[in-house]
Nanobody
Framework: QVQLVESGGGLVQPGGSLRLSCAASGIRFSIYRMAWYRQAPGKQRELVATISSTGSTNFADSVKARFTISRDNAENTVDLQMNSLKPEDTAVYYC??????????????WGQGTQVTVSS
């Protein structure tokens, strides 16, 4: 059984920091691309950050220079360090594991989500 479990969400003031963590089980973690997505009320789910199996990272323009993604293959975890938080960062954040077997065959797994609220 595959499970991705997020933790670390909560309420934080603008300008503050928060660290999210995702613990994976049931997959060969080290070969998956890991990612964080978020979805705000009334909006589409958007990709926030990715980290490849080799450690290469990418970020959405809206969070670049503020967020950092990292992974620990020994612990099967991926973290999202969020700094200088803004009210527009408020959303449910989801952990994603992605594997491309071949271009036409891919696997995706999702966590249950964790709420992040940035408000004064």
């Amino acid at each position: 059984q595959v499970q991705l479990v997020e933790s670390g969400g909560g309420l934080v003031q603008p300008g503050g920091s928060l660290r999210l963590s995702c613990a994976a089980s049931g997959i060969r973690f080290s070969i998956y691309r890991m990612a964080w997505y978020r979805q705000a009320p009334g909006k589409q789910r958007e990709l926030v950050a990715t980290i490849s199996s080799t450690g290469s990272t990418n970020f959405a323009d809206s969070v670049k220079a503020r967020f950092t993604i990292s992974r620990d293959n020994a612990e099967n975890t991926v973290d999202l360090q969020m700094n200088s938080l803004k009210p527009e960062d408020t959303a449910v954040y989801y952990c994603n594991a992605h594997l491309m077997v071949i271009p036409t065959i891919t696997h995706d797994y999702w966590g249950q989500g964790t709420q992040v609220t940035v408000s004064s």
